[in-house]
């Protein structure tokens, strides 16, 4: 069983930057693709990007690809997603997921999910 936890968020101006973490516990890291998320209120939860077990490979949606960034950090268990230019309808709760394969847009098929953590952009 693998716990996500994610930190990070918070309230920022329009054109700032956020670094988002998702620290995993109780499973073998490196075995699992990393993903984000994130769900504004009253719309569908979002895939946002994902990298792949060593981090070699990543994948971005349209809407943050050349503004978000993912990395991940096998050994210290920790994925993050660093956000610059944030804009307004960036707010929303961010969540990363793991599963052992790429899964995408499927939301329905990722095996574990953090809690989500706040993000706000003030225009």
């Known amino acids: 069983q693998v716990q996500l936890a994610e930190s990070g968020g918070g309230l920022v101006q329009a054109g700032d930057s956020l670094t988002l973490s998702c620290e995993a516990s109780?499973?073998?890291?490196?075995?699992?693709?990393m993903s984000w998320f994130r769900q504004a209120p009253g719309r569908e939860r979002e895939y946002l990007a994902a990298?792949?077990?060593?981090?070699?490979?990543?994948h971005y949606t349209d809407p943050v690809k050349g503004r978000f960034t993912i990395s991940r950090d096998n050994a210290k268990n920790t994925v993050h997603l660093q956000m610059n230019s944030l804009k307004p309808e960036d707010t929303a709760v961010y969540y990363c997921?793991?599963?052992?394969?790429?899964?995408?847009?499927?939301?329905?098929?990722?095996?574990?999910w953090g809690q989500g953590t706040q993000v706000t952009v003030a225009s």
């Open positions: 997921a793991a599963d052992l394969h790429y899964r995408g847009y499927e939301v329905g098929s990722y095996d574990y």
């Open positions: 109780g499973g073998t890291f490196s075995s699992y693709v």
């Open positions: 990298i792949s077990w060593a981090g070699e490979n990543t």
